[in-house]
């Protein structure tokens, strides 16, 4: 099993639709959680920590489900410019101190 | 602020040869990371260094990867001799400190590699 697993999609949606992307991860340990955007061709850049409590930024709506471990991703009234691909990031704690581990990625294309 | 800096941004070389990559990392980050990157794939984590100690090197290839970071600072990556495989995105990244705290990624815009 991989230590963080999403799907990959792609995921297709109209404007204006709600979309969620589910993550898994198999480190029970694991400490901290992100949300990454990267964009064809560019680098990752982070779209939001994942708080126990969640986080909710605009549009966007992150959660932490530790007892099945895995966080999600909400994205509210989709804009075209929402199309992407989304990053799950886990950090688990090694005994050398804490790495940390991207999933593949889930895609999104948002159309008119 | 200054970003994390890498180059070259392309390079394409012949198999069985040799290229190096360079990241300067953002000041007073003491984290710095290399990731490769596959077309279609989320990065994988080949190194990852706490000041110029590493922390994690456990999927660095390390009969023909290398990676240094002497002074804490800057770090290069070597790939002697590249194989076809190699071909990808070499993403340099830096952090302010590792675990809970000050964990945000910064990436560089990588280093493309083509192995023909």
């Known amino acids: 099993r991989k230590e963080v697993e999403q799907d990959p999609g792609p995921f297709n949606v109209p404007e204006g639709a709600t979309v969620a992307f589910n993550c898994t991860y198999s480190n029970s340990a694991s400490q901290s959680f992100f949300w990454y955007r990267q964009d064809c061709r560019k680098e990752p850049k982070l779209l939001m920590s994942v708080y126990s409590s969640g986080n909710e930024d605009g549009r966007f709506t992150a959660q932490l489900n530790r007892a099945s471990q895995y966080i999600s991703l909400l994205i509210r009234d989709s804009k075209l410019s929402d199309s992407a691909t989304y990053l799950c990031?886990?950090?688990?704690?090694?005994?050398?101190?804490?790495?940390?581990?991207f999933g593949a990625g889930t895609r999104l294309f948002v159309k008119a | 602020e200054a970003g994390v800096a890498q180059s070259p941004r392309y390079k394409i070389i012949e198999k069985r040869q040799s290229v190096a990559f360079w990241c300067n990392p953002i000041s007073g980050h003491a984290t710095l990371y290399w990731y490769q990157q596959i077309l279609g794939q989320g990065p994988k984590l080949l190194i990852q260094?706490?000041?110029?100690?590493?922390?994690?090197d456990s999927q660095l290839p390390k009969d023909r990867f290398s990676a240094e970071r002497l002074k804490g600072v800057d770090s290069t990556l070597k790939i002697q001799p590249a194989k076809l495989e190699d071909s990808a995105v070499y993403l340099c990244?830096?952090?302010?400190?590792?675990?809970?705290?000050?964990?945000?990624?910064?990436f560089g815009e990588g280093s493309w590699l083509t192995v023909v």
């Open positions: 990244a830096s952090s302010l400190g590792m675990g809970n705290s000050g964990n945000t990624i910064y």
């Open positions: 260094f706490q000041n110029n100690g590493v922390v994690d």
């Open positions: 990031v886990v950090t688990p704690k090694n005994t050398g101190g804490f790495k940390t581990i």
